[in-house]
């Protein structure tokens, strides 16, 4: 009589862990959806933060190159290609400094095919409150300094903060911030400017039919 209980009772926790994995998958699948779909809508935001969607009409976050420069990241980073009636338009960049006050400092950053700044913004950091997060586009309007602005080389002096002899302002009691951010973006402007028609050129790295 003990063998066919337990083997009743094998069979009942066996149905139960199906019938739980497979809850568990459904409720992941729908989830996921979700989830991508929130993502995206994310992502545009932020693209449209630093490059107006009028200067282009293809769907940005489906058209992006990898791109494995150090002078941007460690790692390989991901860049968005803008363009008008197919013609290449602007660069959207993704890019990380290692130099800020309490680690890794993530940027985007959109570049004209002249080489101007579209706009930038800081997508992630660590800084201290009140000091180094005023490089966030909520807590300061100085991001947006960048706006407009081209690198002439790289020997340009007024890439740097005013403390170091350049044009941009650093914060009151924090000046490791700005000055890594200024030099990021200013890596991201020289790389832009020197492989602009190589990206372009490159294969695409995005999920295209992704909407």
């Not at 340009?156 to 490791?176: L, N």
């Not at 000055?179 to 028609?197: E, M």
């Amino acid at each position: 009589m003990i063998l066919p209980s337990m083997t009743k009772n094998g069979a009942i926790l066996t149905l139960f862990a199906l019938l739980t994995t497979g809850a568990v998958a459904i409720v992941q699948q729908f989830t996921a959806d979700s989830i991508a779909e929130q993502e995206r809508k994310q992502l545009s935001t932020q693209l449209q933060e630093v490059l107006d969607p009028t200067f282009y009409d293809n769907i940005l976050y489906n058209d992006c190159a990898l791109i494995n420069e150090p002078l941007l990241a460690k790692t390989p980073q991901i860049v968005y290609r803008a363009r008008k009636n197919g013609e290449p338009v602007a660069l959207v960049m993704r890019h990380v400094t290692p130099k800020g006050y309490s680690g890794d400092i993530e940027l985007l950053t959109a570049v004209f095919a002249n080489g101007d700044i579209a706009g930038v913004r800081v997508t992630k950091h660590e800084e201290t409150p009140g000091l180094g997060d005023k490089i966030e586009i909520k807590k300061s309007p100085w991001i947006t300094v960048f706006n407009d602005k081209t690198v002439l080389g790289e020997n340009d002096e007024r890439w740097a903060v005013k403390k170091d002899g350049g044009s941009f302002d650093q914060f009151t009691g924090a000046t490791i911030t700005p000055r890594a951010v200024v030099g990021s973006v200013k890596h991201a402007v020289l790389f832009s400017q020197t492989q602009f028609d190589a990206v372009f050129n490159a294969s695409n790295a995005c999920k295209v039919g992704e909407s």
